[in-house]
């Protein structure tokens, strides 16, 4: 009992005491929030104008971003909720993180819905004239029953591990102590209490998969509605849906390597956790490819006269940077680093000699990366049926240096598990937001109608000073409240955890 | 506390849900109103505002047009100008009464108009309200026609002429392409000396299309506009490589459905329950949760009461 109790303090330190670090970090978070809240002034005072946003290409970073949050927030519902339902032991201690991912990303994701409207006062128009036969609304309604659905489900679990709160930090501010009063539900671990909550839960787990699950296939739906090329696609629904768990569980890897460095978690979060968690995302990465590969080839196959122009954009023109950027920048490549350390053994003592060679590999591995990314030849002009060998030369040089830069890095990867899962999370997570706005922008560059009677640089879009403010400032109110809620809650299940029993504990009077 | 907010928010949220469901699929407008939605307003504009057809809601058009006139041309359509035919008899879809209701509905949008006006003289017949602020205005008369240009290009001829036959000089004329989805620009030019404004456009239509031509009219005469079909050429397409992005004329019309399965005025009413019942499944299941919540509550504070009891004793 007495070292369980040793254990768990470690789980009671930042919920007692803050650190001057911490302090700085909040300012430096609300300095960028400050910063973006200007940026948002200028964009209600001056409209739209200010941001690149224009009649044609109406949906920008600002849509990237809601469907980016929309998607982590998966975090929370796939890894909790279906790991409990299929009773997986391993899931306890992270439970917590991923349903708070969940529900802080549905915070600051929605309301990117507002700010991008030019006249964010007649939002209340979408509820006093909605259609019900409108995406839109199904969006509303989903993302409304999502919001609500998962701070239930983030709570549940939580109240007694608030009794916990509640009877141990005696020593914590008022308000404190009566927010941890209130939230236990006078909580004492009684036969009937377990019997209510533990139904609760369950009840909660089973729901919020479907919930979960429509709410990023209306996402979906709002784009595959409608006939534009590059959006009408039966896919949409599955493709967004195995998106946003992808990213969701990227996204949770991040925040536990965060959470495991700052608070000293690394009794509760092992490398085993990072493993399992580290195999599901390449499993999500495989099924990922597979959609992508399986959407554009469909498309770039059938070449009809409107998907033409969007296929172009992204294998060769404008987007072609971002696109292969995320490609194999944000798939490819940290499939191979989940997936290599794990297949490739420690290379034997008696292949000493080869490994010598390795910082010459590296060189050469660099020096292809130059040549054939400068090479030139390659430009908006191409077309989709590659007339010239020059991209398959590019692509073989760029496979080649992969391969090169890993066979030098496998045993630094071998040596480092948990640091290569987080960063190519980090990876995924960068390939999946760049996806989003893959998605969004090119096809808004091929509309139905011709561009017409509007200025030349109406066609293009290119995001200004203000949409990135913004997103700046979602990004950090996304850390920040995360951080606080880190700072007010246990960030790990105490009840869930101890002992790794599944019992729910008996409360506060008991204990001690 | 916290249970009784997540309540009262999912009561709301349920609230709004059936409000918004109720006003979208029984909305209680008068059946002209809805007729008109349906039928007129895609070209006629909202409440008659007009678009591609004249406004016919406006109390100036009102005023000088009585019901029989308005049921006439609602019944036979101009098929040269592309308005269709309406009544059963000439091969539209509405009935006689429907169309009755229909005008019914634009009188009522002006109601100080008179629904028997003897005479629909083409000039603007004076209202009580713009009676004097109106000038002289004289209508204007726009006639379209097609010629071959250069490389087989097609030439828009428009032709315009005051009331007395007089061409009009120096009005700017716009040419657009009509569809079903809003009006392609083409571009414009002003009239000559005879009246005539013309305009090359460097590709031909593989199909038929919908020209029309438009003034806006000016301080002495009134607005018009006339449309005309271009009938298709054997050498279709981009007459001398004119940017495949602008080519307004070749584009086809994208293939919707004519009764327009995404042009709905109301939910289909069987997909919407469904969804309805969905949404409001979901959310009885959050009540329900809800209340193991508060009863989790209630057995804390009866075990509370135990203990101060048995502490007394």
Same mark, same amino acid.
């Given at each position: ?69 929309? =998607? ?36 600051? =994701? ?30 509303? &309604? ?66 919020? &998969? ?186 073989? =040089? ?70 990135? /403010? ?6 950090? +109110? ?35 | ?13 349920? *609230? ?25 307003? +895609? ?11 004249? *406004? ?40 006689? @009464? ?13 109601? =100080? ?50 009331? @007395? ?22 571009? +414009? ?7 005539? *404004? ?21 301080? /002495? ?39 327009? +399965? ?52």
């Amino acid at each position: 009992m007495q070292r369980q109790s040793a254990r768990e303090d470690i789980l009671f330190q930042p919920l007692r005491s803050n650190s001057i670090g911490f302090y700085l970090f909040c300012a430096f978070l609300l300095a960028i929030i400050g910063w973006a809240a200007y940026a948002y002034y200028i964009q209600l005072r001056d409209g739209l104008v200010v941001t690149g946003l224009r009649n044609y290409i109406f949906w920008g970073i600002y849509m990237t971003n809601f469907v980016f949050f929309i =998607g982590i927030s998966h975090a929370g519902t796939l890894i909790s909720a279906i790991l409990r339902v299929t009773g997986a032991e391993w899931r306890r201690p992270i439970t917590r993180m991923a349903e708070a991912i969940t529900l802080f990303a549905l915070t600051i =994701g929605a309301p990117m819905i507002i700010i991008d409207m030019g006249h964010p006062e007649r939002l209340p128009n979408l509820l006093l004239y909605g259609r019900l036969q409108s995406p839109i609304l199904w969006d509303l &309604i989903s993302v409304t029953t999502y919001i609500v659905g998962s701070l239930m489900y983030l709570y549940l679990p939580m109240v007694p591990d608030l009794a916990e709160c509640r009877d141990r930090l005696t020593d914590a501010p008022n308000w404190k102590r009566f927010v941890y009063r209130v939230l236990s539900l006078g909580w004492r671990g009684n036969e009937e209490q377990k019997r209510r909550l533990e139904r609760g839960v369950s009840i909660m787990a089973i729901t919020i &998969i479907p919930v979960a699950v429509s709410v990023h296939t209306v996402v979906s739906w709002i784009f595959g509605m409608t006939l534009r090329p590059g959006w009408h696609s039966t896919i949409f629904g599955p493709y967004f849906v195995v998106g946003a768990i992808f990213s969701g569980i990227a996204a949770l890897l991040v925040a536990m390597a965060i959470f495991r460095r700052v608070y000293h978690l690394e009794s509760y979060l092992q490398e085993k956790h990072f493993r399992y968690l580290g195999l599901l995302l390449l499993v999500m990465d495989v099924i990922y490819i597979y959609f992508t590969l399986s959407e554009y080839l469909t498309m770039a196959y059938g070449n009809e006269a409107a998907d033409q122009g969007v296929m172009q954009m992204l294998f060769v023109g404008d987007f072609a940077p971002i696109f292969w950027t995320m490609i194999l920048g944000g798939f490819v490549l940290p499939g191979l680093m989940l997936a290599l350390p794990n297949l490739v053994k420690n290379p034997s003592p008696s292949s000493a000699p080869l490994l010598n060679l390795r910082p010459l590999a590296a060189a050469i591995a660099l020096v292809v990366i130059a040549l054939v990314t400068t090479a030139p030849g390659v430009g908006a002009s191409a077309d989709i049926q590659m007339a010239t060998v020059t991209p398959v030369l590019r692509l073989i =040089g760029i496979i080649a240096a992969i391969g090169g830069v890993f066979w030098v890095m496998l045993p630094f990867m071998q040596a480092h598990p948990i640091g290569t899962v987080v960063t190519a999370s980090v990876l995924v997570n960068i390939g999946m937001w760049l996806k989003r706005y893959i998605i969004i922008v090119p096809t808004l560059y091929n509309p139905l109608i011709p561009i017409q009677n509007v200025p030349t640089e109406w066609a293009h879009y290119t995001p200004t000073w203000v949409e990135w /403010s913004i997103t700046a400032g979602a990004f950090a +109110s996304f850390i920040l409240l995360y951080a606080l809620f880190s700072k007010m809650f246990p960030i790990v299940s105490i009840w869930e955890t101890s002992e790794q029993k599944p019992e729910l504990p008996a409360g506060g009077g008991t204990r001690g | 506390m916290a249970n009784r907010i997540v309540q009262l928010v999912g009561i709301a949220a349920l *609230a709004l849900v059936l409000t918004m469901f109720a006003q979208t699929a029984w909305a209680d407008d008068p059946p002209g109103a809805k007729l008109f939605q349906t039928y007129c307003a +895609s070209c006629h504009g909202e409440a008659g505002k007009g678009g591609f057809g004249p *406004a016919i809601g406006t109390e100036k058009f009102l005023g000088g047009h009585d019901d029989a006139s308005m049921i006439k041309t609602t019944s036979e359509g101009v098929a040269a100008k592309g308005m269709p035919a309406w009544s059963k008899a000439n091969g539209g879809s509405l009935s006689d @009464d429907q169309i009755a209701e229909i005008i019914a509905y634009l009188r009522s949008l002006s109601p =100080g108009s008179s629904s028997t006006v003897a005479t629909s003289a083409p000039t603007a017949v004076p209202t009580s309200a713009t009676a004097p602020t109106v000038a002289v205005i004289v209508q204007s008369r726009l006639t379209l026609a097609q010629a071959t240009g250069k490389n087989g290009a097609v030439v828009l001829k428009a032709t315009l002429t005051g009331e @007395d036959g007089k061409p009009i000089e120096g009005a700017a004329i716009s040419f657009s392409r009509a569809t079903s989805f809003g009006n392609l620009d083409l571009g +414009s030019a002003k009239t000559d000396s005879q009246g005539l *404004a013309a305009l090359t456009v460097a590709e031909v239509p593989s199909a038929a299309r919908q020209v029309v031509a438009a003034f806006k009219g000016d301080k /002495s005469s009134a607005a018009s506009k006339s449309a005309l079909r271009l009938e298709p050429s054997d050498q279709a397409v981009a007459a001398n490589g004119a940017e495949v992005n602008n080519a307004q004329l070749s584009m086809d019309e994208p293939l919707l459905s004519p009764d327009g +399965s995404l042009i709905t005025p109301n939910p289909p009413l069987v997909p919407a329950t469904l969804f309805v019942m969905v949404v409001l499944g979901v959310w009885s299941i959050y009540a329900l949760v809800v209340y193991q919540l508060f009863r989790v509550r209630k057995a804390g504070v009866v075990e509370n009461k135990v203990n101060t009891l048995t502490f007394r004793q």
